[in-house]
């Protein structure tokens, strides 16, 4: 299951950002999840509250974003959402579209940060 080290490397990132702004832990974490990246969107979220555990995120909630698939046509030259991830063809006039605009994103967006830690000078 490769959604566990994706969570990992999530994890990490989120920690190093933590670490960077000064918060001692991060209250959520904000994803981007297309259908053709490649990753079951639940296994994900079961990987990612496992890996938590211990961290800085434990207890962090997970917010993922579904992107739908949308398609380049070069007849119509126009942009299609398209309902099946199976068929790649233009809604309009059924060509097979050469290009993906959205869909693939495995992408953490933001994160919310808690706790700041107090600075003594």
Do not use: W
């Not at 299951?1 to 989120?14: G, K, P, Q, R, V």
């Not at 991060?26 to 981007?32: C, D, N, P």
């Not at 050469?98 to 953490?108: S, T, W």
């Amino acid at each position: 299951m490769h959604e566990l080290s994706i969570a990992l490397s999530m994890i990490e990132l989120a920690s190093e950002e933590a670490t960077r702004h000064g918060a001692s832990r991060v209250s959520a974490l904000y994803l981007k999840l297309g259908p053709l990246s490649g990753v079951v969107k639940e296994a994900l979220t079961f990987s990612f509250e496992i890996a938590c555990e211990g961290t800085r995120l434990e207890g962090c909630e997970l917010i993922i974003e579904a992107v739908p698939v949308v398609i380049h046509c070069a007849r119509c030259q126009a942009d299609e959402g398209i309902e099946n991830i199976q068929d790649l063809r233009c809604p309009r006039c059924g060509d097979l579209a050469a290009d993906i605009i959205h869909g693939r994103e495995l992408e953490v967006v933001s994160l919310e940060l808690a706790e700041l830690e107090e600075v003594t000078i």
